[in-house]
């Protein structure tokens, strides 16, 4: 990789890089990425085509928002990455919440990103901060080193989430996890069900069982609906039954 930017991690902020690599997950070419400390990527840029989404699960997200909410106006994103969901939902207003200011700042100057309306901070703190029923929809892509942070993920907060959409909103997670036996993901699953009448979860394919993939779960007060050719190779499954996550603890 040749660096072009490397932040530190620091109290409540995990450390990344930027840089420029010739191969990525086995695909030759021209990319620059995002990647967090423990290598995972956040972002990616194909730099031959820079309009091109390289990860199918932006892909997949904007298929769920778009696909279930056409007139979609309002988004609200923890979590900013590189900024590609929102310059791929076109039309729509995003405000997003991103607790780094370094990670906003590495976005517009080696990624091109640029005019969204980003608020730093904790995700959670302002999404309480906005009015109800404001949003047609709210992404969360809020990776960290050790997974979804635990109070973006507990029944108060799904509640409050709810609290902010539209009727007919939804909710879209982008979280990694095994599939079908993933017991954090049938967690996730099990509590998003206490908010929301209508929750869905999909996953990409994996060869093992045991693999770490891309999952995504989708909540909604109304059936949530995709087409399979759109949601770029992810799989509808059910999780594994999960407890409740809840502020205090998990049970």
């Known amino acids: 990789m040749r660096v072009l930017y490397e932040a530190a991690a620091e109290e409540g902020r995990?450390?990344?890089?930027?840089g420029d690599v010739n191969e990525l997950?086995?695909?030759k070419g021209n990319f620059r990425v995002l990647q967090f400390s423990d290598a995972a990527v956040q972002g990616v840029m194909d730099l031959d085509d820079p309009q091109r989404v390289v990860f199918e699960?932006?892909?997949?997200?904007?298929?769920?928002l778009t696909h279930n909410r056409p007139r979609l106006e309002r988004v609200f994103q923890i979590g900013h990455g590189i900024g590609t969901i929102a310059g791929h939902c076109r039309g729509a207003r995003f405000?997003?919440?991103?607790?780094?200011?370094?990670?906003?700042?590495?976005?517009?100057?080696?990624?091109?990103?640029?005019?969204a309306s980003v608020a730093i901070g904790d995700g959670r703190r302002i999404l309480e901060s906005e009015e109800a029923e404001t949003y047609d929809a709210i992404v969360m892509d809020a990776f960290t080193d050790s997974g979804l942070p635990r109070h973006l993920a507990t029944d108060r907060f799904f509640a409050m989430a709810a609290s902010k959409l539209e009727a007919d909103g939804m909710i879209v997670l982008n979280v990694t996890g095994k599939g079908?036996?993933?017991?954090?993901?049938?967690?996730?699953?099990?509590?998003?069900?206490?908010a929301f009448s209508c929750v869905s979860a999909f996953m990409l394919p994996a060869e093992r069982a045991s693999e770490a993939r891309n999952v995504l779960l989708a909540g909604r007060n109304r059936r949530i609906d995709w087409r399979t050719r759109e949601i770029a190779g992810f799989i509808p499954f059910e999780p594994v039954p999960g407890h409740i996550i809840t502020e205090?603890?998990?049970e």
């Open 25 to 27: 997950y086995g695909e």
């Open 95 to 115: 405000k997003t919440a991103e607790i780094d200011e370094r990670i906003v700042r590495a976005s517009e100057r080696y990624f091109g990103c640029s005019g």
């Open 14 to 18: 995990d450390g990344f890089v930027v």
């Open 248 to 250: 205090d603890r998990e």
């Open 180 to 194: 079908h036996g993933d017991r954090q993901i049938g967690a996730l699953y099990a509590t998003l069900r206490e």
């Open 57 to 64: 699960y932006p892909l997949a997200i904007v298929h769920l």
